[in-house]
């Protein structure tokens, strides 16, 4: 190479992506004269990853949030910095705890960005309504985007995957005889329900990083999430949640001196599920979507995704919207109508109008009350006037778990608090630390098509659920 084209060592195999989160996300790219090596770059590139772009990260959020257009590949990409960190972080006690058996830093540190990366790469049109109302009624309970997710890692990606042998780091490059395990990808994304026993353990020490309270994930989407929707979030304090996290014996813990960054972050995301991902109005376009949403799919997407990977390559928000767009002028009667359903979503004309709105807790006596929408249906019909019998209604509820009911028991929540006082690390501390923030919510909601018996509506509501909520609130947006 002529030596105006050279590179800077320093500079060689790395580069940077702009990124209104975090500034900017360094990623790995190919070295001139290692062709055997594969890069983060090769697997961002990869029609998978690429294949979230098109699919929205806030579900249908979109229609209520203007500026909420970002993805899932935006998400996957933020996802695998805030792994990065979180190794850097971890590492030098993981390396305390487990001595030999733990691989090389540059080693955990790529293992942890890649799951991130990948971590959401069996998503669905619509995100998680694609596991609610499609993969788990078709499918069985438990099939979820991380199961197929899973599939395609070990599939489709393994080979690339076990071709990356460095991370971003100044001297990233792994220790002799380590190879990145697509097996080890796959865990993190999704714990077996069986065979975890195999997994070697300072492994299992990071999975909560990908699953419990606050993980790269959840970390990322609530900042991201934030911000693009214009909703403000300045408490948020992940620097210091994530200086005071480390590794003990007895798993992923917390320094007492970041217990107040941890609640902050929990309050935080309590309040994006209750004013975002549940604002009222997505929640009635969900009620819309679900009448049509089954039935669609069946239509646009006729196989199983889990039996035809390559089919599910062309699955995607846009592929959906496009297929039901081409169905206005179809022959099927059904098609048709479909077409003309899907056409009020998109234009906004929201169906279903609020009529009562409710939030229970389970620090509350009613927290008994917490029942399915189909029951609480019907126990709103049964308390209705007689002549009203026979009022089309849905009754909506969002159920969120803020914080581990039980620190101690609840293994994918559970949450060590270290003391320096006592040199201990325990669950105890955190019953008092989330003792303000509920541990399970219920948002119980009632839509009609009109505003017409709103007042019967909220009568009978209360009466069944024991308690006063709100009123109808007439704006759709």
Known sequence: MPLGKRRHPIYEGIALLADPIYGYIQFTVPIEGQPEERTERDLIDTPWMQRLRRVHQLQSSFWVFPSGEHSRFQHSLGTMHMAGRFADRLYPSLKREFGRQCPSQSFVKELLRVTGLVHDIGHGPFSHFFDHHFLEPTYGRGTTHEVIGQQIVIQKLAGLIRRIRRSPDPEGDFATQEVLEPEYVAFLIRKPEAGPGRMPAW??????????????????????????????????????????????????????????????????????????????????????????????????????????????????????????????????????????????????????????????????????????????????????????????????????????????????????????????????????????????????RVFTLDHVHDAELARATQAVLGGSGDAAIPSNV
């Open 203 to 444: 492994l299992r020490t990071l999975q909560p990083v990908f699953s419990g309270i606050y993980t790269a994930d959840n970390m990322d989407y609530i900042q991201r999430d934030a911000y693009m929707t214009g909703f403000s979030l300045d408490l948020v304090d992940i620097d210091r949640l994530l200086y005071y996290t480390f590794v003990t014996k007895d798993g992923l813990t917390l320094h007492k001196s970041g217990s107040s960054a941890l609640r902050r972050f929990v309050n935080a995301r309590f309040t994006m599920y209750a004013d975002v991902y549940y604002h009222r109005t997505n929640r009635a376009m969900d009620l819309h979507m679900q009448e049509i949403f089954a039935e669609t799919i069946a239509l646009v997407f006729p196989f199983d995704p889990r039996a035809d990977l390559d089919r599910y390559l062309g699955v995607s928000d846009w592929s959906l919207m496009e297929g039901v767009r081409q169905w206005t002028g179809d022959p099927d009667p059904r098609k048709r109508a479909l077409a003309q359903e899907w056409a009020r979503l998109v234009g906004r004309e929201v169906k279903w109008k609020m009529a009562y709105d409710h939030m229970e807790t389970m620090d509350e006596p009613r927290a008994k009350k917490f029942v399915s929408a189909g029951d609480l249906e019907k126990a709103i019909r049964g308390a209705l006037p007689p002549e009203l019998a026979a009022l089309e209604f849905k009754v909506d509820v969002a159920h969120q778990d803020p914080r581990p009911l039980n620190p101690w028991t609840e293994e994918t929540k559970k949450i060590l608090i270290y003391d320096p006082a006592t040199d201990r690390a325990s669950p105890q501390p955190v019953q008092d630390l989330f003792r303000y923030i509920p541990a399970k919510v219920a948002h119980y």
